[in-house]
């Protein structure tokens, strides 16, 4: 009996197909090996991480380990958290645990922070806890501490006035145009 040559390509098929799937089995077996190796490395213990971050740094600027765990745990992004009270505690003189508490609570905390920060400095006064009260209430803490310090810049306001004249957010109407009245 003779093969045809129908035959004969579809055994030379499939013999390739046999010699291509013994090749490729190893490989994708080690493939897959390392891919479920990979991200547990990335997960044991890493600087990277940002949990370890935010933990360190508000024990090292005196948070108590109950309230940093609790605070990095509940945190959505535990490493702006940690910055922001660690930028406060460093530049003003706020109590870390009244700075932990606002920047738990701040939608941006890096933005609160900065207000404070800013409004610190331009008040000059050693402790301002007033602007740890105020940023928080901000809906735009970097643009409220402009406010407050180009207002104490040119006017002689004391810094409570200038804190209340920036967050007062009353609806006010503004004319556009002749004739156009107010609704």
Do not use: H, W
């Not at 003779?2 to 030379?12: D, H």
């Not at 997960?43 to 991480?49: A, E, I, K, L, P």
């Not at 645990?97 to 933005?111: G, I, L, M, T, Y």
């Not at 970097?142 to 967050?167: H, N, W």
Request: glycine share 6%; proline share 5%; hydrophobic share 40%.
């Amino acid at each position: 009996m003779l093969a045809t040559k129908k035959e004969i390509r579809s055994f030379q098929n499939e013999k390739s197909n046999c010699s291509l799937r013994i090749l490729t089995a190893p490989v994708l077996a080690i493939a897959g090996l390392l891919a479920t190796i990979v991200p547990s490395l990335a997960v044991t213990d890493s600087y990277r991480n940002d949990y370890r971050v935010c933990a360190a740094q508000l024990l090292s600027v005196g948070v108590t380990p109950q309230a940093a765990s609790q605070g990095c745990a509940k945190a959505l992004r535990p490493k702006e958290l940690s910055t922001c009270v660690a930028q406060i505690k460093k530049q003003t003189q706020i109590n870390p645990a009244d700075a932990f508490n606002s920047c738990s609570q701040a939608r941006r905390p890096e933005d609160l922070a900065a207000c404070v920060v800013g409004i610190s400095k331009g008040t000059q006064e050693a402790v301002n806890p007033a602007a740890l009260v105020y940023c928080g209430r901000s809906l735009l803490p970097v643009t409220f501490a402009q406010c407050v310090v180009g207002l104490r810049k040119e006017i002689d306001f004391t810094p409570i006035q200038a804190l209340d004249t920036c967050i007062d957010g009353t609806d006010q109407t503004i004319s556009i145009g002749a004739g156009s009245t107010p609704q």
